[in-house]
C-alpha cells in the first residue's frame, strides 16, 4: 500500500513537473512574439520630394511602449546629390543641418564627417540625469539637405538616405542594457519642375 502510494505520489509531481514546463514555455514564446512584434524603431520618411532647393527629413522614433533613455544612429546618404549644411554658424554645438527636437532633458550631440562615406552624420540622444527620462515616440530631429543633382527634363533623380551599419543604430534602457530596434530609410526625390508628381498611396477600403 505504501509502495503505491509514492508511485501515485511520484506520477502526481511528474505530470505537475511537466504542465509547469509547458506553462513556462507558453509564456515565454508569448514574450517572444510580443518583444518581435513591438519592436523599437527608428526611421526616415519613405519618400521626400523636392524640385530644388532644401528637403527636410524628420528622423522620427517609434518606441513601441519601451521606455527608451537612450538612442544612437549615424545618416549615410550620398553626397553627389545632397548636400548637408555641417557647419556650425550659430555657435549651438551642432552642424546647422541638424535640428534636434528632444524634450530639454536629453543630452544631444551631432557630428558632421563629409570623409566618412558610410555615415557623415553622427548623432547620440541621452539623457544623463536621473531619473532617466523616456524619449517620447515621434520626431526626434530633422535633417536639412540641398538637392545639388539635376534630373533630365521631366526626369526625376532617387537618392537614397540610410541608417548607416558602421555604426549601427541602438537603443539603451534606463538600466543601460541594450534595446533590440531596427531601423527604416528613405529615399529623395529630385524632380525635375516638367516631371508628373510621384502619385501618394491611397487606402483601400478593407
Known amino acids: 500500500m505504501i509502495i503505491y502510494r ?3 505520489l511520484l506520477r502526481n509531481i511528474t505530470a505537475a513537473v511537466v504542465m ?47 521606455h527608451v533613455s537612450g538612442v544612437l544612429f549615424s545618416i549615410d546618404y550620398d553626397q553627389r546629390c545632397l548636400a548637408f549644411q555641417g557647419a556650425d554658424a550659430n ?42 527620462a523616456a524619449l517620447p515616440a515621434g520626431p526626434l530631429a530633422i535633417l536639412h539637405f540641398t538637392a545639388t543633382c539635376t534630373p533630365d527634363y521631366a526626369g526625376i533623380v532617387r537618392v537614397p538616405v540610410e541608417f548607416s551599419t558602421s555604426p549601427p543604430a ?23 519642375s516638367a516631371a508628373p508628381p510621384t502619385p501618394t498611396p491611397q487606402p483601400t477600403a478593407g
Do not use: C, W
Open 91 to 132: 555657435g549651438d554645438g551642432l552642424p546647422d543641418g541638424f535640428e534636434p527636437l528632444t524634450p530639454p532633458q536629453f543630452s544631444v550631440s551631432a557630428a558632421f564627417d563629409a570623409t566618412d562615406s558610410d555615415g557623415e552624420i553622427d548623432v547620440i540622444i541621452l539623457d544623463f540625469s536621473l531619473p532617466f
Open 20 to 66: 509547469l514546463v509547458i506553462v513556462l514555455a507558453t509564456v515565454a514564446d508569448g514574450y517572444l512574439t510580443i518583444h518581435a512584434e513591438s519592436m523599437v524603431k527608428v526611421s526616415l520618411p519613405a519618400t521626400a520630394t523636392v524640385v530644388q532647393g532644401t528637403v527636410a527629413l524628420p528622423v522620427t522614433l517609434d518606441n513601441a511602449g519601451t
Open 6 to 8: 509514492r508511485r501515485a
Open 170 to 192: 541602438s537603443f539603451s534602457s534606463p538600466l543601460g542594457r541594450n534595446i533590440d530596434g531596427s531601423v527604416a530609410g528613405g529615399i529623395v526625390e529630385i524632380v525635375d
